[in-house]
């Protein structure tokens, strides 16, 4: 599938879905992802098992230049007709966090959507306080374009500001280019 020298992306299978619950019992992680919401835990497992196959998702698994299982990225909510889609990203493996692995992800998962599939846009929510994730959505290109205040709860009764980001693939293919 798409590669590159750090990562590669292939298809996301069942058989990756069991590593998805370790990760979900990582509580920094967890709540990066709002897993662990007052009233309501999201079961990532079954979320990721709904996504495959779906006509409005596309679903990959990370792999590290080894070959080994770290992440997984996606985009969902594809609306054909508007040409959209929204990311999600998750390395579940903390020792590859800081390492540049998931720029590198984004940056193929970009690719894919402009290239491949066609889509001039792509968005993604992202907590205000994730600043690791933040940097590599900038480095990506990706542009703030909004700030939800008091949106998303999580660890106890807390609620946190959300940014809203996107990129087009004018911007993408501008920032690819140079």
């Known amino acids: 599938m ?3 020298p750090k990562i590669r992306l292939r298809p996301f299978t069942r058989e990756d879905l069991p590593r998805l619950q370790v990760w979900k019992e990582d ?11 007052p009233g309501e835990e999201v079961d990532y497992y079954q979320r990721c098992e709904k996504l495959l196959g779906q006509r409005t998702s596309r679903i990959f698994a990370i792999e590290d230049e080894r070959g080994q299982f770290i992440g ?7 609306t054909w007709r508007r040409k959209q889609a929204e990311l999600h990203i998750c390395i579940g493996e903390r020792r590859y966090w800081g ?15 402009f290239e491949d599939m066609g889509l ?16 590599c959505y900038e480095k990506c290109g990706f542009k703030k374009e909004a700030v939800l205040r ?15 980001m996107s990129i087009s693939a004018a911007d993408f293919a501008a920032a690819t280019a140079s």
């Open 2 to 4: 798409e590669t590159n």
């Open 27 to 37: 509580e920094e992680l967890a709540a990066y992802l709002g897993l662990k919401l």
């Open 72 to 78: 997984e990225v996606e985009l969902n909510q594809i």
């Open 99 to 113: 390492k540049g692995y998931g720029t590198e992800a984004v940056r193929a998962i970009l690719n894919l959507a």
């Open 120 to 135: 001039e846009s792509v968005y993604l929510r992202v907590y205000r306080h994730n600043r690791r994730a933040i940097r």
């Open 150 to 164: 008091n949106r998303f709860h999580s660890q106890g009764s807390r609620a946190y500001d959300v940014l809203l």
